[in-house]
Antibody
């Protein structure tokens, strides 16, 4: 059974940093691109970043470029999101999702984690 | 940039009646490989999103056959043939052809 379990959320002041983790199981982690998606309170889904299978390619939504860094550890079957210079508008539930085996494919976003809440407030 | 526009944003439906959600893209979603990467997701209250439909019209495992997807190019539709109470939630379309973009979401509620 595919499982994605996020952790690392919490309350942080504006300008602060936080590192999210996503532990994967039930599939061969190293053969999939992985993604972070966020959802601000009462709002819709927003794709944040994704990373290819070996971590050599990373893509970001414009609003987080230069502040967030996506990474992965295939040996640990884990995905990460390092968030720096956090802003109030980054407050959201952050989900990790299985992206695709290639740049895009049938399995796109077929499994999601339960999410972890990040609150940026003074 | 690809923009996905859903309508309506709110959809009150009577139990047992059909429902239809539209999703339009400002660019064709036909990929260079010939496939169209348009997915539909359901998010029930308090839950994570769940994929219902992939590549326009293919239902995921365990998805009831009252859900169907259709469309091509830039215009797509999710239909629920007979709405049940468990279908309450927000539905999102998402394109994967030109990277990743979600629609704004359509909230389905029971009248």
């Amino acid at each position: 059974e595919v499982q994605l379990v996020e952790s690392g959320g919490g309350l942080v002041q504006p300008g602060g940093s936080l590192r999210l983790s996503c532990a994967a199981s039930g599939f061969t982690f190293s053969t999939y691109w992985m993604t972070w998606v966020r959802q601000a309170p009462g709002k819709g889904l927003e794709w944040v970043a994704n990373i290819n299978r070996d971590g050599s390619e990373k893509y970001y939504v414009d609003s987080v470029k230069g502040r967030f860094t996506i990474s992965r550890d295939n040996a640990r079957k884990s995905l990460y999101l390092q968030m720096n210079s956090l802003r109030v508008e980054d407050t959201a539930v952050y989900y990790c999702a299985r992206d695709s085996m290639t740049t895009v494919n049938t399995d796109l976003f077929d499994f999601w984690g339960q999410g972890t809440l990040v609150t940026v407030s003074s | 940039d690809v923009v996905m526009t859903q309508s309506p944003l709110s959809l009150p439906v009577t139990l047992g009646q059909p429902a239809s959600i539209s999703c339009r893209s400002n660019h064709s979603l036909v990929h260079s490989d010939g496939n169209t990467y348009l997915n539909w997701f359901q998010q029930r209250p308090g839950q994570s999103p769940r994929r219902l439909i992939y590549e326009v019209s293919n239902r995921d495992s365990g998805v009831p056959d009252r859900f169907s997807g259709s469309g091509s190019g830039t215009d797509f539709t999710l239909k629920i043939s007979r709405v049940e109470a468990e279908d309450v939630g927000v539905y999102y379309c998402m394109q994967g052809t030109h990277w990743r973009t979600f629609g704004q979401g359509t909230k389905v509620e029971i009248k």
